[in-house]
């Protein structure tokens, strides 16, 4: 792609704070979000033992 991952990243970030705002507004107070990027999911297959565990945390809006 044309972009690099800090300008991917970014838009991402700014993504989910529109989303988050969807879920607010209804009265939403939990959400899970799962983020994966390509690139990462095809490091992760080509690595030898490449399997890591989930990466977790909380934000409080």
């Given at each position: 792609?044309?972009?690099?991952?800090s300008v991917g990243h970014l838009r991402?970030?700014?993504?989910?704070?529109?989303v988050l705002g969807w879920c607010a507004?209804?009265?939403?107070?939990?959400?899970?979000?799962?983020?994966?990027?390509?690139?990462?999911l095809r490091e992760r297959g080509s690595a030898a033992g490449g399997r890591r565990g989930p990466s977790c945390g909380t934000i409080t809006a």
């Amino acid at each position: 792609m044309g972009i690099g991952p800090s300008v991917g990243h970014l838009r991402g970030g700014e993504h989910l704070e529109t989303v988050l705002g969807w879920c607010a507004d209804p009265g939403i107070r939990y959400v899970t979000v799962f983020l994966a990027s390509s690139d990462n999911l095809r490091e992760r297959g080509s690595a030898a033992g490449g399997r890591r565990g989930p990466s977790c945390g909380t934000i409080t809006a």
